[in-house]
């Protein structure tokens, strides 16, 4: 079992829908979560932080279930902009300060006209 | 601005042949990584380093080799290229301290595409 699971799409959604994705990981001790996006061919860059209290950056939404295991990513009112990849990502390490992460394979999403 | 650079950015060798790929940050982090990154695997971590003369393996290290001589520097080495090793090539760096979104996220530099004959 991949220790961080994401479903990879595509996800093809109109503009202006609202789009959710998740992603489990397999580490109870895992401490982070964030999301990154990935535009084809280019670096991922960190889109947002996940917070156990869940958190809104604009239109995306965050949120983390410790007891299933699972993050998820909400994004409201997509944009053309918005397609790329968004990568799942959890730091499984066990000191502090001294941390790997572990990216998910990612799920495309295409927002069309 | 501090940023992180990558050279080459694109790169054909020939099996057998020594590689060596640059990863250069101007962020005076203490931590860097380096991924590949294939069709159906996502990113992969190969090396890392938390410091000048740190290095440990990551879970695809086999046939990979790095050194930490400065702060700036983590060059990923192939010692004998194989076609198995064709990829994107990723570095990244992040700061040290304590845990922490800020500290933990990482920074990516442009890659490197590699092909190996």
């Known amino acids: 079992r991949k220790e961080v699971e994401q479903d990879p799409g595509p996800f093809n959604v109109p503009e202006g829908a609202t789009v959710a994705f998740n992603c489990t990981y397999s580490n109870s001790a895992s401490q982070s979560f964030f999301w990154y996006r990935q535009d084809c061919r280019k670096e991922p860059k960190l889109l947002m932080s996940?917070?156990?209290s869940g958190n809104e950056d604009g239109r995306f939404t965050a949120q983390l279930n410790r007891a299933s295991q699972y993050i998820s990513l909400l994004i409201r009112d997509s944009k053309l902009s918005d397609s790329a990849t968004y990568l799942c990502?959890?730091?499984?390490?066990?000191?502090?300060?001294?941390?790997?992460?572990?990216f998910g394979s990612g799920t495309r999403l295409q927002v069309q006209p | 601005d501090a940023e992180i650079t990558q050279s080459p950015r694109h790169k054909i060798t020939e099996t057998g042949r020594q590689v060596t790929l640059a990863c250069h940050q101007t962020w005076n982090h203490n931590n860097m990584f380096w991924y590949r990154q294939d069709l159906g695997h996502g990113l992969r971590l190969i090396h890392y380093s938390y410091g000048v003369h740190d290095t440990n393996k990551g879970e695809v290290s086999d046939g990979y080799s790095v050194s930490r001589s400065n702060t700036e520097d983590l060059p990923l080495t192939l010692e004998s290229a194989a076609s198995s090793q064709t990829s994107v090539y990723f570095c990244?760096?992040?700061?040290?301290?304590?845990?922490?979104?800020?500290?933990?996220?990482?920074?990516f530099g442009p890659g490197t595409r590699l092909l190996v004959l």
């Open positions: 990244a760096s992040s700061e040290s301290g304590l845990a922490g979104a800020k500290e933990e996220t990482q920074y």
């Open positions: 996940v917070y156990s």
């Open positions: 990502v959890v730091n499984i390490g066990r000191r502090a300060g001294r941390r790997a992460l572990t």
